[in-house]
């Protein structure tokens, strides 16, 4: 079992930056690739980045995909998974949720209950 609480949402203005954190308990972290999704009112849910156990490779959904301004990272030693917002837009306005999963492919098998990051213009 793995519990993901994240942190580092609010309200910024447009062109702004944000560094969201997600802290996982238990100690097998390092095992686990980690994910970021987001959420927006009235929106399904929508991937953002993912991030392989060791770190080594990372990809982005299609919404950010090309925005070199928003990049996914870990720290195993702190069992934090990051994800940096550089340059933020009004449609980045959303609820942002990390997850977990023991596979490199497939559905995630736990969820933070997010955080909400407010890009005003």
């Known amino acids: 079992q793995v519990q993901l609480v994240e942190s580092g949402g609010g309200l910024v203005q447009v062109g702004g930056s944000l560094r969201l954190s997600c802290v996982a308990s238990?100690?097998?972290?390092?095992?686990?690739?980690m994910g970021w999704f987001r959420q927006a009112p009235g929106k399904e849910r929508e991937f953002v980045a993912a991030?392989?156990?060791?770190?080594?490779?990372?990809?982005?959904g299609d919404s950010v995909k090309g925005r070199f301004s928003i990049s996914i990272s870990r720290d195993n030693a702190k069992n934090t998974v990051y994800l940096q917002m550089n340059s933020l837009k009004p449609e980045d306005t959303a609820v942002y949720h990390c997850?977990?999963?023991?596979?490199?492919?497939?559905?995630?098998?736990?969820w933070g209950q997010g955080t909400q990051v407010t890009v005003s213009s």
């Open positions: 238990g100690r097998t972290f390092s095992s686990y690739n």
């Open positions: 991030i392989t156990w060791s770190g080594g490779t990372a990809k982005y």
């Open positions: 997850a977990a999963r023991k596979n490199t492919m497939g559905e995630f098998d736990f």
